[in-house]
Structures are given as structure tokens and as C-alpha cells.
């Protein structure tokens, strides 16, 4: 190779990026053309520049949540924030290694006079927030803790039990800004999160399969959402005959629905996507506000390099021509009715983490019998 010149062995096809360093020049990259460049003389040296992998593309354009219970992960993969469910719980408290949290949270209750229920949900109450006291200590933003699924439909008991989970969470020292309550996206769950947030206390609505309970916690001024996707994508597959690629996926069309709708009308609640069944659905929504991916989903987009384009942006949903929703108890109760999906999805949700969480209780009651 001559002194100024690219070699002529990489060709236009390639593509092949170069970092060029000249001397007294700083550093730059380059798509080398395989056609020879001068640059007045000077030594040039030509390095390949290593092409950044899926995740660090998506997090230029996302912010990067863990949708996990399993802290070992959580520091592998360096989210911003992490969620947590009853199911992720149950999963990780089987781990021998995270047997200890259960253990001193039994050890902790030792001699309290609570029996039953009152027991079993102080025991519940205690192991969600020291789970997500540990996953604080591994991510510099929010933890999601989840209220029992059962109150799903109780907006008072919601509401009291987000205060419990809180003021454990400042007795250990944790400000609230750093703790989003999940709760399930009923009405109930959204008149919920309404007062809560007049409190200061933020929520982030969960099982959320349609725009119009996107609309209710909009106007109920929650501070995030967590649209599911491949549940959606799990209903249609299973009631149509459709083959559905990462565009045409009925999840990421429903979050990209909710994504423009917020733009649109400048509602500031933050969109987390969530659920995901694969790659694709995921960086279909790159460029929305949070995305919450699993472990084995960040994997792979950890250890895959190419390119990624953003595909949600404000500017261009405020072009758009969209109607607005009512979105007052009549109307939500009658649209999700409507929509057989997201009243099944909504349903099925709620049922799966009520039976997490009563496994959970029985697991705690035990170990407090045997303490």
C-alpha cells in the first residue's frame, strides 16, 4: 500500500469501515470505497473500527430495561432500570443463591404477632421490596415492584398497598422517585394509579393490551406504561392463520399505535414495551421511550453486530392524522370489551401472577413455620 492510499483490495461491496489516523490529525472513521484516497501525505494507518452490536445501537435510541429477577444478569447487561413480577420473584427464590433474601426476610418477621393472611402478605410485602433494594444496587435508575394481582379490581386496597411497599422502601433509605408501582390496567388499577400519583407516589400500569386503557392512564396522568407485545402476537397467532413478520406483528403495531397517539396529543407518560417473543419485535420499537427485554433477549442482541434504525419518533407522529379517544369509565369498559384479545390477555394476566403469588405466600409461610 502506498503512502495516502486505502488498499485496493477492499471493495465498494464491502463496505468495510476504516479508522484513519493521520499523523497530527485526530482520528476519524470512514466507508473505505476501495477507490484510493490522498490525503496530502503523512502516515496513515488503517485499523478496522469493531461495528457496535445490536444492544449498543438500540440503547443510542431506547432506553434499556430488565425484565428480570436475577441480578447476575442485571449487571451483565448494564439496564438503566429493571421490573420485576410475582413470577420473576418466584422464579428467582428458587435459586439457591437468592435463598438468603427469603431467609432473612423470615428470620425478620420472627415473632411477629401477624398470623394468616395478615402474615403471608407482610411476607409478600417484604420480599418484593428487598428484591427491589438489591436490583437498586445494580441499576442507577427505577425498580418496578408489583401490587398483588388479586386487587386488581379493588381501587382502596390498591391503593394501601402501594403505600406499604413505599414506606418500606423509605424506611430502608430509598427516595420514591426511584420506585414505580406496578399495577394491572383495569379501571380500578387506573383510578388507583390516579390518586397515587397526586401523592407522588409513581405508577407504572401493567398488562395493557389496548388503546384505550392507554388513553385512560394518559388522562389519569401515570408517569409510565408497560404495552405488552408478544402475548398480543401469542393471541393472534393462535386465533388466526396469519404469518406475521416483525412489521406486521398486531403487538408492535399496537405499541406503535399507543406510541403515536401519546405524541400526537403530548401526553408526557412514558412508553415501556414489554413481552417480547423476539429480536425483531424489539428493534420494530426502537426509538420507544423504554423497552424492557429478558435476559436471553438481551443475549442476543448483545452478541449479534448490525445495524439499527429508529422507528418511532416524535416528530413524525405529530403528522399524523389521529382521532381522539374517549376514554371515561362507559367508553373503557365497552372498547375493551370490544376487543377480545385485550379482555382475554388482560384476564389471563391477572389469573397467572394470582397463582405466582399464592405459591410465593406458601413457599414464605412455610419457611416461617420452619424458622
Avoid at 427491589?132 to 381501587?155: C, H, M, N, Q, W
Avoid at 403487538?251 to 403515536?260: L, T
Avoid at 412514558?270 to 436471553?296: H, K, Y
Wanted: glycine share 6%.
Amino acid at each position: 500500500m502506498r503512502n495516502g492510499e486505502l488498499s485496493d483490495g477492499v471493495s465498494q461491496a464491502d463496505s468495510v469501515r476504516f479508522t484513519l489516523l493521520r499523523r497530527g490529525i485526530a482520528g476519524f472513521s470512514a466507508l473505505a470505497p476501495g477507490n484510493g484516497l490522498d490525503f496530502g501525505g503523512g502516515y496513515i494507518m488503517i485499523e478496522p473500527s469493531p461495528m457496535k452490536t445490536l444492544l449498543d445501537q438500540l440503547k443510542q435510541y431506547t432506553t434499556v430495561v430488565a425484565d428480570t429477577g436475577d441480578f447476575r444478569q442485571m449487571e451483565e447487561y448494564a439496564p438503566q432500570d429493571a421490573t420485576t413480577n410475582p413470577s420473576l420473584i418466584l422464579s428467582a427464590a428458587k435459586v439457591p443463591e437468592y435463598r438468603p433474601i427469603l431467609e432473612k426476610v423470615v428470620q425478620d418477621m420472627r415473632g411477629s404477632s401477624l398470623t394468616g393472611s395478615s402474615l403471608a402478605a407482610e411476607l409478600m410485602n417484604r420480599v418484593i421490596v428487598a428484591f427491589g433494594l438489591e436490583i437498586l444496587k445494580r441499576v442507577p435508575g427505577r425498580v418496578s415492584s408489583e401490587v398483588d394481582a388479586r386487587l386488581s379490581f379493588d381501587t382502596s386496597s390498591t391503593i394501601d398497598k402501594a403505600h406499604d411497599l413505599i414506606r418500606l422502601y423509605e424506611q430502608a433509605g430509598v427516595d420514591r422517585e426511584r420506585v414505580l408501582i406496578k399495577i394491572a390496567s383495569t379501571w380500578e388499577g387506573i383510578c388507583a394509579a390516579r390518586e397515587l400519583e397526586k401523592e407522588g407516589i409513581h405508577c407504572n400500569l401493567t398488562l395493557l393490551f389496548s388503546l384505550v386503557q392507554a388513553v385512560a392512564c394518559a388522562e389519569a396522568g401515570v408517569r409510565l406504561i408497560s404495552p405488552f407485545v408478544g402475548r398480543i402476537l401469542d393471541w393472534f397467532s393462535k386465533n388466526t392463520a396469519e404469518h406475521y413478520t416483525a412489521q406486521t406483528d398486531p403487538g408492535v403495531q399496537s405499541v406503535r399505535a399507543i406510541y403515536h397517539y401519546y405524541k400526537k396529543f403530548d401526553y408526557p407518560v412514558q412508553i415501556m414495551g414489554a413481552s417480547f417473543r423476539n429480536v425483531g419485535e424489539i428493534l420494530a420499537l426502537a426509538g420507544c421511550d423504554f423497552l424492557t427485554i429478558s435476559p436471553a433477549l438481551l443475549s442476543e442482541l448483545a452478541s449479534v453486530q448490525g445495524e439499527v434504525h429508529c422507528e418511532l419518533t416524535p416528530a413524525a407522529a405529530q403528522n399524523m392524522d389521529i382521532a381522539k379517544v374517549q376514554a371515561d369509565e362507559r367508553n373503557f369498559r365497552f372498547l375493551l370489551n370490544e376487543d377480545a384479545m385485550a379482555t382475554e390477555k388482560t384476564a389471563e394476566g391477572i389469573r397467572r401472577f394470582s397463582a405466582d403469588i399464592r405459591k410465593l405466600e406458601a413457599l414464605l409461610l412455610d419457611m416461617h413455620v420452619s424458622a
